[in-house]
């Protein structure tokens, strides 16, 4: 019996990045965090090339401590760990344990980014349980306030 091929960093990551541009505002980032459903996304310059990452972290430690016109460069955490396509999930999971990271990012040998890898991209669908249907959802609340009625 053959062993499996182990899976490529290329083959697991989602697609495409959502990224937040270095001189958006917080609010602008934030939202395209809420609107994406992530909780980072990497933060790029006028090129495209990742600079730093943008995350609820960073969101907070801004909401924290002030409040006022600040850019996204001013609170990402700078710095991003990134990855080639070919690498395989092994060495991914070895990426994230050594730089202590969540994500890792996928970029190509020109350095643009083609996708991210997230610890729950490594687990694959078939160790996920399939999401709940629409209204099926674990924290979902009777209408009306709550409670039963005896």
Do not use: C
């Not at 996708?115 to 009306?144: C, N």
């Amino acid at each position: 019996m053959a062993a499996e091929k182990e899976r490529t960093a290329g083959e697991v990551m989602s697609s495409p990045v959502k990224t937040v541009g270095l001189d958006a505002t917080i609010w602008e980032a934030a939202d395209a965090l809420r609107k994406g459903g992530v909780s980072g996304a990497p933060v790029v310059d006028g090129r495209g090339k990742p600079a730093g990452v943008f995350t609820l972290s960073d969101l907070a430690a801004y909401v924290l401590s002030t409040r006022g016109d600040f850019r996204v460069r001013e609170f990402m955490t700078a710095g991003v760990v990134t990855v080639s396509p070919e690498a395989t999930t092994s060495e991914v999971v070895e990426t994230m344990r050594r730089n202590k990271v969540h994500r890792v990012f996928v970029a190509g040998a020109d350095g643009q980014l083609a996708g991210v890898v997230t610890p729950l991209d490594l687990l694959g669908p078939d160790l996920l349980p399939a999401a709940p249907r629409k209204g099926q959802g674990l924290m979902r609340m009777p209408r009306g306030g709550g409670g039963r009625k005896a």
